[in-house]
């Protein structure tokens, strides 16, 4: 009953027509961002924090519009997954297997408005999941004491390594910048400052939205010019939009199967939103069998990965918001966002703020009625955002970073930085490193030393004390595993090539 | 190859400086069993462990972009330096339909379109931040304002 005397508070939070309004044109800017190639919804979201924060919103009209974003740009991504097989971000890459073909065969408003109904059905019922999960999550999680915390960590780490990346060294190399970089700055408990090299500007440290926006969005734009923007050329047309009930009728189970699979992949930290649609899709590629046709443009083949990808988002919210540890890229914003707006999430979270946690459940459930309905009769218009060419989105997309930035601290020295972490980002990727641990390593950095320092003052330096309770040794033994097993089951886990024509 | 162990022996290096610069930090007296240093010093280890293993044991090579379009990429950075240093005393409207249409150009070699891209966006997003948003952005350069 408890939860629902919550949710109703969440709802007479979100359900004002302010904050309605600012759900529907956040998801209609979502969808946007989700769907220009090349502004997947981490860039999305990371380069509209600087400008949600300067417009003084409070704190949950600020979280009602950027969750609002969030999901709309998970909705967006499919659309130029389906029509131009191009992948928004890491988790649409299984939407574009089945969803690109499909398209080809001249069935793609079909596919689009099947997608999207998968998508309603993955995120809203991870949203559900999330409502009885993360109130359950946060009373164990009362439990936990810095030295589980600092495991914890540690375990987030260890599987967003192992699964994101090819190389789990690079991966590490990848945290290790990241959580020296978070080093940076005044030092909490004896206030002198470390490994500033007496550069006055780096004693308040280095701010983690800029970091994201050099690492995202700025690197972007060097691959741009890299490629001239060749990538961009318009894939298929989109004819008339009809609802293929018979579609959506004959998907019913998969999409049901492909978000329980697709929540409990988002829940595990560190594996996220791309794990949770390439298990979905694999499970129901496995249970079709040879005769299912997936990679030819069948139903199946659509339904699934967004209903997975779309329920993961959802998933990977609970240990965010409960341990304060996000799952993906994606959710590693939102907590930037959370942080910038001074909400520390963790199990206190529940009990000290709950308007702030049930009006955004409650707006996540409002945010995707909306999008279904926005998505099904609007999506011709959406389609039109993708003829946007690349010459003239990503200088825009780069002037609204340089103003986002700019309005936070008017110093040029953090544009400067902006700069620096574009071309790190850039030769990252070209290296194959992953880009998402940097981002977490940044954002968990200061916690995680903190909850070492303060492990070590309760056991008074005895190191064997981050090994003392059952859970500690638990998250300690699946880092491990976390970090080492993908290493023997990579052939396994391989992900699909992406289709060329 | 070479790119990994080239990347990986800068890295190396730098996180040998970085201990070095964390072994060099402050203690004050009131400090913790742990200190201000032992977690720099172990995130260092982990970055020179890693480093080395790329330097010995490299992925293959990316696909690098030739000469012209790193040259492409060069411009683009210092475009983007000149941006952030101009931003200030300038105004906003001036440098960004520069740099709008530099860039742009960058991406797609065709003058017009460079040049309409930026004095479009100038506009379009000065009009935006302004009066939409409320931004507090400086439209012309302080000198001339006055």
């Given at each position: 009953?408890?939860?629902?005397?919550?949710?109703?508070?969440?709802?007479?939070?979100?359900?004002?027509?302010?904050?309605?309004?600012?759900?529907?044109?956040?998801?209609?800017?979502?969808?946007?961002?989700?769907?220009?190639?090349?502004?997947?919804?981490?860039?999305?979201?990371?380069?509209?924090?600087?400008?949600?924060?300067?417009?003084?919103?409070?704190?949950?009209?600020?979280?009602?519009?950027?969750?609002?974003?969030?999901?709309?740009?998970?909705?967006?991504?499919?659309?130029?997954?389906?029509?131009?097989?191009?992948?928004?971000?890491?988790?649409?890459?299984?939407?574009?297997?089945?969803?690109?073909?499909?398209?080809?065969?001249?069935?793609?408003?079909d596919?689009?408005?099947?997608?999207?109904?998968?998508?309603?059905?993955?995120?809203?019922?991870?949203?559900?999941?999330?409502?009885?999960?993360?109130?359950?999550?946060?009373?164990?999680?009362?439990?936990?004491?810095?030295?589980?915390?600092?495991a914890?960590?540690?375990?987030?780490?260890?599987?967003?390594?192992?699964?994101?990346?090819?190389?789990?060294?690079?991966?590490?190399?990848?945290?290790?910048?990241?959580?020296?970089i978070?080093?940076?700055?005044?030092?909490?408990?004896?206030?002198?400052?470390?490994?500033t090299?007496?550069?006055?500007?780096?004693?308040?440290g280095i701010?983690f939205?800029?970091?994201?926006?050099?690492?995202?969005?700025?690197?972007?734009?060097?691959?741009?010019?890299?490629?001239?923007?060749?990538?961009?050329?318009?894939?298929?047309?989109?004819?008339?939009?009809?609802?293929p009930?018979?579609?959506?009728?004959?998907?019913?189970?998969?999409?049901?199967?492909?978000?329980?699979?697709?929540?409990?992949?988002?829940i595990?930290?560190?594996?996220?939103?791309?794990?949770?649609?390439?298990?979905?899709?694999?499970?129901e590629?496995?249970?079709?069998?040879?005769?299912?046709?997936?990679?030819?443009?069948?139903?199946?083949?659509?339904?699934?990965?967004?209903?997975?990808?779309?329920?993961?988002?959802?998933?990977?919210l609970?240990?965010?918001?409960?341990?304060?540890?996000?799952?993906?890229?994606?959710?590693?914003?939102?907590?930037?966002?959370?942080?910038?707006?001074?909400?520390?999430?963790?199990p206190?979270?529940?009990?000290?703020?709950?308007?702030v946690v049930?009006?955004?459940?409650?707006?996540?459930?409002?945010?995707?009625?909306v999008?279904?309905?926005?998505?099904?009769?609007?999506?011709?218009?959406?389609?039109?955002?993708?003829?946007?060419?690349?010459?003239?989105?990503?200088?825009?997309?780069?002037?609204?970073?340089?103003?986002?930035?700019?309005?936070?601290?008017?110093?040029?020295?953090?544009?400067?930085?902006?700069?620096?972490?574009?071309?790190?980002?850039?030769?990252?990727?070209?290296?194959?490193?992953?880009?998402?641990?940097?981002?977490?390593?940044?954002?968990?950095?200061?916690?995680?030393?903190?909850?070492?320092?303060?492990?070590?003052?309760?056991a008074?330096?005895?190191?064997?004390?981050?090994?003392?309770?059952?859970?500690?040794?638990?998250?300690?033994?699946?880092?491990i595993?976390?970090?080492?097993?993908?290493?023997?089951?990579?052939?396994?886990?391989?992900?699909?090539?992406?289709?060329?024509? | 190859m070479?790119?990994?162990?080239?990347?990986?022996?800068?890295?190396?290096?730098?996180?040998?400086?970085?201990?070095?610069?964390?072994?060099?930090?402050?203690?004050?007296?009131?400090?913790?069993?742990?200190?201000?240093?032992?977690?720099?010093?172990?995130?260092?280890?982990?970055?020179?462990?890693?480093?080395?293993?790329?330097?010995?044991?490299?992925?293959?090579?990316?696909?690098?972009?030739?000469?012209?379009?790193?040259?492409?990429?060069?411009?683009?950075?210092?475009?983007?330096?000149?941006?952030?240093?101009?931003?200030?005393?300038?105004?906003?409207?001036?440098?960004?339909?520069?740099?709008?249409?530099?860039?742009?150009?960058?991406?797609?070699?065709?003058?017009?379109?460079?040049?309409?891209?930026?004095?479009?966006?100038?506009?379009?997003?000065?009009?935006?931040?302004?009066?939409?948003?409320?931004?507090?952005?400086?439209?012309?350069?302080?000198?001339?304002?006055?």
């Open positions: 009953m408890d939860i629902l005397q919550n949710l109703a508070m969440g709802f007479s939070i979100a359900l004002s027509p302010y904050t309605l309004m600012l759900a529907v044109v956040g998801c209609f800017f979502g969808t946007i961002i989700g769907a220009l190639p090349g502004l997947g919804p981490s860039n999305g979201v990371a380069i509209l924090i600087p400008i949600t924060f300067t417009l003084g919103l409070d704190a949950t009209s600020a979280l009602v519009l950027m969750t609002a974003v969030y999901y709309g740009a998970m909705y967006g991504g499919r659309i130029s997954s389906i029509l131009l097989n191009i992948p928004g971000d890491e988790p649409a890459l299984m939407t574009t297997l089945d969803g690109y073909p499909m398209a080809k065969a001249g069935r793609a408003g596919a689009l408005v099947l997608s999207g109904v998968a998508s309603f059905v993955g995120a809203f019922l991870a949203t559900i999941g999330l409502l009885f999960l993360a109130p359950m999550l946060a009373n164990v999680a009362f439990l936990f004491g810095p030295a589980e915390y600092f914890l960590y540690l375990l987030a780490f260890c599987t967003l390594g192992g699964m994101a990346s090819n190389n789990q060294a690079k991966s590490a190399l990848a945290a290790a910048i990241g959580l020296g978070a080093m940076i700055g005044i030092d909490n408990s004896s206030g002198l400052p470390r490994l090299g007496g550069n006055l500007h780096l004693f308040d701010d939205l800029v970091a994201i926006v050099g690492l995202f969005a700025i690197a972007e734009v060097f691959f741009f010019i890299e490629s001239h923007g060749r990538n961009t050329s318009i894939g298929v047309k989109l004819g008339k939009v009809k609802v009930w018979r579609d959506i009728y004959a998907t019913r189970w998969t999409m049901l199967r492909a978000s329980g699979v697709g929540f409990v992949a988002g595990l930290p560190g594996a996220g939103a791309s794990l949770g649609s390439f298990m979905a899709y694999m499970t590629k496995s249970i079709a069998g040879k005769k299912g046709g997936f990679g030819t443009g069948v139903a199946k083949g659509v339904a699934a990965p967004e209903a997975g990808n779309n329920a993961a988002a959802g998933g990977a609970v240990p965010m918001l409960t341990l304060g540890v996000p799952g993906s890229g994606t959710t590693a914003v939102l907590l930037a966002l959370l942080m910038t707006l001074n909400i520390t999430p963790g206190t979270l529940f009990t000290d703020r709950p308007e049930w009006g955004l459940i409650a707006s996540l459930l409002i945010a995707n009625v999008l279904l309905l926005m998505n099904v009769p609007m999506v011709k218009i959406f389609v039109r955002v993708l003829m946007v060419p690349p010459w003239v989105l990503l200088p825009g997309v780069t002037m609204i970073s340089f103003v986002g930035i700019y309005s936070l601290s008017g110093s040029y020295f953090d544009l400067l930085l902006m700069i620096g972490f574009g071309v790190l980002g850039y030769i990252l990727r070209k290296l194959d490193i992953p880009t998402v641990p940097v981002i977490l390593g940044i954002l968990l950095g200061g916690n995680m030393e903190n909850a070492l320092r303060r492990a070590m003052v309760i008074d330096g005895d190191f064997l004390y981050l090994f003392s309770s059952p859970v500690s040794i638990g998250l300690w033994i699946a880092a595993a976390g970090f080492i097993a993908p290493m023997f089951l990579r052939n396994l886990l391989r992900k699909p090539q992406r289709i060329t024509d | 070479a790119s990994d162990r080239i990347f990986g022996l800068v890295m190396a290096i730098v996180a040998l400086a970085y201990i070095a610069s964390a072994t060099q930090i402050q203690t004050s007296f009131l400090s913790d069993p742990v200190g201000p240093k032992t977690f720099p010093v172990m995130i260092g280890s982990v970055a020179a462990l890693a480093a080395l293993f790329m330097v010995f044991k490299p992925d293959p090579e990316p696909e690098w972009p030739g000469l012209r379009t790193v040259g492409a990429l060069l411009v683009a950075v210092v475009v983007l330096v000149a941006y952030a240093y101009a931003l200030k005393p300038l105004g906003f409207p001036l440098p960004t339909a520069l740099a709008a249409g530099l860039l742009s150009y960058q991406i797609s070699p065709k003058p017009a379109n460079a040049a309409i891209t930026g004095a479009g966006l100038s506009v379009g997003l000065f009009l935006l931040f302004k009066y939409a948003l409320d931004l507090g952005l400086v439209p012309f350069p302080s000198g001339l304002a006055g």
